[in-house]
């Protein structure tokens, strides 16, 4: 029957669509997983390179000018000294070959003797290294026999090599690149695993969502299969009683059961199409629900946390967008502040605990009311008090409190524990879209600007080592 065949090919085509995204979905994490991995081992070898560079010129180069000894590391007693100096460094740091490169390509010191007087021809991570920018190549030994380390996963990390200035320790001219290869089994084996992980995920997901839609095609199909049977007897029935007008009988029957059918149609679609609408909603869900699992290892934990974070994200980040394009005007209202702070505590005491994060409140009996839009406020402090737990260590501390800051003026005050602020980061942190945390989109704290400006207060920031501190400044009541 026709209306078999189409809701067969209907499931059929889903069940493409679904693997078709699926796939997409894993690999676009697998890469992402392997791009954070490579860069984070990366920028570890950037800094034992930048370690390398003081130590060979405190050590090695500026100890001999001192002296007037020429500088040749073709005498076997200055290499070794360099030896010992680059073993001591690296030693116990995965680290199989350290290497440098002249200006012109030509290897002038290796700790593996044989690789010296070797020249790089046409090397990308030597060019970018030899223009001021480090550059790590992740190398898998299944796909290429390294011949500086044969068998081995390797992490190639080129950095630039600088004069130091003996005096203030700045850096002054280019003068070669450092090459570390790094022992990357480790990260391989992280890579690996998180991609099994990602696609055990993927593949859950696309059953739950394929049989999400199957179940609502087979709906479609019985509701089909009901109509068409009632309309059959219904046509028996006329058919017996006016025999006389046989042919407009059939012919109204086939109207009557062509738009009975599209009705039918028209209902699955649109249910199919609810269904599908909401698969960021399902993927969230499904990967909470596995995330809750009492036995699950901690590794597939994280990943599932990360999807579900992810996806939340995305929603937030619209929000934002929304928020700071078309922000509300204040609906402002007598309120008392402790009021707002009672209930950011009830809201965000959740996830403080489960980051290990101390949340604390200190309310100051004696703070006025002020007017204000409560939920703009509430909002706002909200987004300060998530940012503070947000960038805790387990075990950290923040205090949310209230207080009258100066004649006619109440505070709300976030104290947290964290790592402080950048001093060269402070006059920018209100600027739209500025932000050094991976992911974030620079907009929160614009919005809490805006929203403390529009109700005729000031923000002000403090922060060092251990100790940030943002005040919300707002005029008290006094009428």
């Not at 060019?127 to 898998?140: D, E, F, H, N, V």
């Not at 068998?151 to 004069?163: A, I, K, Q, R, V």
């Not at 109509?227 to 006329?238: Q, V």
């Not at 967008?321 to 809201?347: L, Y």
Request: aromatic share 6%; with cysteine.
């Amino acid at each position: 029957m026709k209306p078999f065949n189409l809701i067969r090919y209907f499931a059929v085509a889903s069940l493409g669509v679904v693997v078709t995204l699926a796939l997409v979905t894993a690999y676009t994490f697998s890469r992402n997983l392997e791009q954070s991995l490579t860069e984070e081992a990366g920028l570890y070898a950037q800094d034992i390179s930048s370690s390398l560079n003081r130590v060979i010129f405190s050590d090695f180069v500026l100890p001999r000018e001192r002296e007037g000894h020429p500088f040749d590391l073709e005498d076997p007693a200055q290499r070794r000294g360099l030896d010992a100096i680059v073993a001591n460094r690296v030693q116990g740091l995965r680290i199989l070959t350290v290497i440098l490169f002249d200006r012109s390509g030509t290897i002038v010191y290796s700790n593996k003797p044989d690789y010296i007087g070797y020249r790089s021809i046409d090397n990308p991570g030597l060019t970018s290294a030899l223009s001021g920018k480090p550059a790590s190549l992740l190398k898998r030994a299944e796909l290429e026999r390294n011949p500086l380390s044969p068998g081995h996963d390797l992490l190639e990390t080129y950095s630039p090599f600088y004069e130091l200035d003996p005096a203030s320790g700045h850096r002054g001219e280019l003068i070669g690149v450092l090459e570390l290869y790094q022992d990357a089994r480790p990260i391989t084996a992280k890579i690996a695993q998180g991609q099994r992980q990602i696609l055990l995920a993927t593949a859950g997901l696309m059953v739950v969502l394929f049989l999400a839609l199957f179940a609502i095609v087979r709906r479609g199909h019985q509701r089909i299969t009901e109509l068409t049977r009632a309309l059959e007897r219904s046509n028996e029935d006329l058919e017996q009683r006016v025999r006389e007008r046989t042919l407009e009988i059939e012919t109204a029957q086939r109207q009557v059961a062509q738009s009975a059918h599209l009705a039918a149609m028209g209902e699955m679609a649109a249910a199919v199409a609810h269904e599908i609408r909401n698969p960021i909603g399902m993927i969230q869900s499904a990967a909470q629900l596995l995330e809750s699992g009492p036995e699950l290892p901690e590794r597939e934990r994280k990943l599932l946390r990360a999807i579900r974070e992810e996806t939340g994200r995305v929603g937030r980040t619209v929000s934002e967008f929304v928020g700071f394009a078309t922000p509300p005007a204040p609906s402002r209202s007598v309120t008392d502040p402790a009021g707002i702070v009672d209930r950011v505590q009830t809201m965000l005491k959740p996830e403080a605990e489960r980051r290990g994060v101390e949340l604390v409140v200190a309310l100051d009996p004696q703070a006025p009311k002020i007017r204000v839009d409560p939920e703009l406020i509430y909002r706002a402090l909200t987004n300060l008090v998530l940012n503070a737990i947000q960038v805790q260590r387990a075990g950290g501390r923040v205090e949310v409190r209230t207080s009258r800051c100066a004649p006619g003026e109440v505070g709300l005050h976030v104290v947290d524990s964290g790592p402080g602020i950048p001093a060269e980061d402070l006059p920018r942190i209100f600027d739209p879209f500025f932000t050094r945390r991976p992911g974030g989109t620079g907009l929160g704290l614009s919005v809490v600007q805006r929203v403390v400006t529009a109700h005729g207060g000031h923000i002000d920031v403090t922060s060092r080592p251990e100790h940030t501190e943002f005040t919300l400044r707002f005029p008290e009541e006094t009428a």
